[in-house]
């Protein structure tokens, strides 16, 4: 049963230190999405990658986060230095898509980071 | 920025009802789809409809689309106190290719 998995799943960390999330998506999947999900803010999109390279992250505040795919089996989310507001889950899917058309997408169970 | 909009914001029935959410776009859309959130979990989804299509049946799910209206719903048959969830509507948007969901309706079926 293939499914995307995310570490860690728990993090609690202080102001300024360094947060990296992890994501493993399904094999066979070409594009990865990480988001921010809040409850003032709904769910988030933060960045995107198909076939490893970044398409779009529009959405993610370039002057601390990041995010990578170092390799197709393997996604990073890294914040420095992290923030209170930075509070919130951080959810990876992963699914298929094409220039001009996107399926579905298999969500991790999240990384609920929360910044003191 | 949020494409999709929900509407309501919360619904509450009883067991055995229907439950009927709303869904409104803004852009052309590829496809539109449907997915469902349990408290503290990921999304799965639910149901993907395409542009060209009108109507979608999956079990007890029914969804509908109208592009000329930029809109879409979902309708729960005979709802089960195991529906109560978050639900979302996402659309593939045909001028960025990405997926953009919305704020989600929370529905509480009622034992």
């Known amino acids: 049963d293939a499914r995307v998995t995310q570490t860690p799943r728990h993090k609690v960390t202080e102001m300024g230190q360094e947060v990296t999330m992890r994501c493993q998506p399904i094999?066979?999947?070409?594009?990865v999405f990480w988001y921010r999900q809040t409850m003032m803010q709904g769910l988030e999109l933060l960045a995107y990658f198909r076939n490893r390279a970044p398409l779009d992250d529009s959405g993610m505040p370039k002057d601390r986060f990041s995010a990578e795919m170092p390799d197709a089996t393997l996604a990073t989310l890294k914040i420095q230095p992290s923030e209170p507001r930075d509070s919130a889950v951080y959810f990876c899917a992963s699914g298929f898509s094409t220039d001009s058309y996107s399926y579905e997408q298999y969500f991790g169970p999240g990384t609920r980071l929360t910044v003191t | 920025s949020q494409q999709g909009e929900e509407d309501p914001q919360a619904l509450s029935i009883q067991e055995g009802e229907n439950a009927t959410m709303n869904c409104s776009y803004k852009?052309?859309?590829?496809?539109l789809q449907w997915y469902r959130q349990n408290s503290g979990r990921g999304l799965v989804h639910l149901i993907l409809i395409r542009s060209n299509e009108r109507e979608k049946h999956s079990g007890r799910l029914r969804v509908t689309l109208d592009t000329s209206k930029k809109s879409s719903s979902l309708l729960i048959t005979a709802s089960r106190a195991a529906d109560t969830a978050s639900y979302f509507c996402a659309t593939d948007t045909r001028n960025n290719n990405d997926m953009r969901f919305g704020a989600g309706t929370r529905l509480t079926v009622k034992p």
């Open positions: 852009t052309s859309i590829n496809n």
């Open positions: 094999l066979g999947h070409n594009t």
